[in-house]
């Protein structure tokens, strides 16, 4: 198994990056909020988790081995695979996850498009006992980047989670107040889906 991948990211795509090993390029699936942490050109080391299908070998990448080992662990949960797996540390930080089986909140996993009340309580039943307590600060959310233009970034990621163009805008509109002076995509990105949530 592939275990991270290190080089020049060669391209950017609103699901994924291609980055350069050894004069081949490994396309990952990332979340929008590791792909805001990427600049095309520059290098980049990312922990991977590789799916193995009959039909497709997927590499998906994280922008920490804290993601990494949540994304595998929920897909131990009956009814997680890869894509929910993905949407679920794409809208929850690890430790946010940790807390909501901790505390059997079923409407925070519910907020996860592809997550309902039943695939909530199941998670949380089947995972509490081997989540763990949350780990404190995530390394990697305070390192993001601070003039990325992160409407666009936003907007980009809840239309590749599937939502429509028109409702990504006004979930956008409805975030832009948090951003501040120093936005950080993937917190921007998790208050949006929030949003869409309630609506």
């Known amino acids: 198994m592939i ?18 090993v050894g004069g081949v390029g490994l396309e990952v699936m990332c979340t929008p909020g590791t792909l805001a942490t990427l600049r095309t050109g520059a290098n980049a080391t990312l922990p991977t988790s590789m799916v193995v299908r009959e039909d497709s070998l997927t590499l998906f990448g994280f922008v920490d081995d804290d993601e990494k080992a949540i994304f595998e ?11 929910v797996a993905q949407a679920i540390t794409a809208v929850l930080a690890p430790d946010d996850l940790r807390r909501a089986i901790a505390s059997d909140d079923v409407k925070t996993l519910t907020k996860v498009p ?6 909530a309580q199941r998670i949380i039943l089947e995972l509490k006992d081997r989540i763990g307590a949350p780990t404190g600060a995530r390394p990697g959310a305070a390192a993001q980047p601070t ?9 980009q990621g809840l239309m590749g989670l599937g939502w429509s ?3 990504a805008e006004k979930a956008v509109d409805a975030v832009a107040p948090e951003a501040g002076d120093a936005p950080d995509v993937g917190a921007l990105l998790r208050a949006a889906l929030r949003s869409l949530s309630k609506a």
């Open 165 to 167: 163009a028109k409702d």
């Open 3 to 20: 275990a991270y991948v290190r080089g020049q990211v060669a391209a950017l795509t609103l699901s994924s990056a291609v980055v350069e």
């Open 114 to 119: 592809g997550i309902g009340q039943k695939g």
């Open 73 to 83: 662990l929920v897909q131990t949960a009956s009814g997680v695979g890869p894509k």
């Open 147 to 155: 003039a990325a233009p992160w409407r666009d970034q936003v907007h």
